[in-house]
């Protein structure tokens, strides 16, 4: 019997309970279409157990101690499509306009913009939030700020706090930016580059359930980045996610969805601004 067949051949309680458990701890929600896709991404896992078939796995899963393999299933089923800038007309309207108006209705008190990038990946969502910050500190003078970023899977934070990246895949909206935030590597590394550490310092990266109750954030924060995350989440989920992210935004405080999402199925209070990015008012 072939690998292939082995893989489609996924019992329908069994695909049950395993999406049960990935919803309950992660509320990442997987419709019946998914079961392909999830036995294609777990089959590994599968094995590493040494489980037979999949009500073993299952049992498995249940019977392990702690949360070390519910992380690892969760880990192997979300996505981590990602790259430099993607979505670019939010780094360019931050650029234009909108990070002027946040500034200037920033709290005199505060002396730190706070930023977060919701679902980091490996790390380039978050450095391009931080190039865009540095970019208008240098044309417009220097602002205090600081890019908080969370992820749940912990494979693609490995990737994220190493911060290495192939030179070609960095699709920079200026060449300039290369040499002023990247580090071209030599030799055993030719082709790769490496975020300065000026620009590292000011991006923390976490591993983070977006739904638990205490996240390694500040309370308060001025820009939200949680794009292309609520198409993963059933509506009561999507609720409870909007209403937690718009009290943590200042007034004034932004949250950028991506293109493809809306919130238009959540009660909020947002102001929408277009394309994908919503204001909390004052």
């Known amino acids: 019997m072939s690998d292939t067949h082995l893989l489609q051949d996924i019992d329908d309680r069994v695909f049950e309970e395993l999406c049960q458990l990935i919803y309950q701890h992660s509320r990442i929600c997987l419709t019946s279409e998914k079961k392909t896709f999830l036995s294609s991404r777990l089959d590994r896992h599968k094995r590493e157990l ?8 299952l049992d498995k899963l249940k019977r392990a101690p702690g949360l070390v393999e519910i992380e690892n299933v969760i880990d192997l089923v979300s996505t981590n499509h990602t790259y430099f800038f993607r979505e670019p007309s939010h780094f360019e309207r931050l650029s234009q306009d909108l990070l002027g108006a946040v500034i200037k209705s920033h709290p005199a008190k505060k002396s730190l913009l706070q930023c977060w990038s919701v679902a980091a990946s ?11 910050l540095a970019e208008y500190e240098r044309q417009f003078g220097a602002i205090n700020w600081h890019v908080h970023a969370t992820d749940i899977s912990r494979r693609v934070l490995i990737k994220a706090h190493a911060s290495i990246y192939d030179i070609d895949q960095l699709n920079l909206p200026s060449v300039d930016l290369l040499t002023r935030y990247f580090k071209k590597g030599t030799g055993e590394y030719e082709g790769l580059c490496k975020v300065k550490r000026h620009l590292i310092q000011r991006v923390k990266f976490a591993h983070a ?22 198409i993963y989440f059933d509506t009561p989920s999507r609720q409870l996610l909007i209403t937690r992210l718009e009290n943590m935004l200042e007034p004034g405080g932004l949250l950028l969805i991506g293109h493809t999402e809306n919130l238009s199925s959540v009660s909020h209070k947002l102001q929408h601004l277009g394309g994908g990015i919503f204001r909390r008012p004052h």
């Not at 359930?209 to 980045?225: A, R, W």
Request: hydrophobic share 45%; net charge negative.
């Open 122 to 132: 490996s790390g380039e969502e978050a450095f391009s939030l931080a190039i865009t």
């Open 50 to 57: 040494q489980a037979d078939n999949w009500g073993a796995y």
């Open 209 to 230: 359930n977006v739904f638990q109750p205490t996240l390694p954030v500040p309370d308060y924060l001025d820009i939200i980045f949680c794009r292309n995350v609520l």
